[in-house]
């Protein structure tokens, strides 16, 4: 439980949760969260492609699939900060 915690701390301050391989072998993804006006995630934007692919460009797509999410929560009316904070 501990490790899970810290594992979704990182992913909260990052803005950005990466899998790879998890569901399966040779798929890998980016999700970033959207936000809604009260400020509860409602939904998240998810980039999947193979998983090599996904690992050699995570700097290039990571920035994207975040700002992806925050625009799209702007859309929803979501005007605090993004990330948004964990609670």
């Given at each position: ?24 072998e ?53 005007g605090g ?7």
């Amino acid at each position: 439980p501990r490790a899970v915690r810290r594992q979704l701390a990182a992913v909260a301050a990052r803005g950005v949760a990466e899998t790879r391989g998890e569901m399966y072998e040779d798929v890998g993804g980016l999700a970033s969260p959207i936000v809604g006006r009260d400020g509860k995630v409602s939904a998240a934007v998810l980039l999947a492609a193979p998983v090599g692919r996904v690992a050699t460009r995570h700097e290039l797509y990571a920035p994207r699939v975040i700002q992806a999410g925050e625009r799209m929560s702007r859309v929803l009316g979501y005007g605090g900060p993004y990330p948004p904070p964990r609670g």
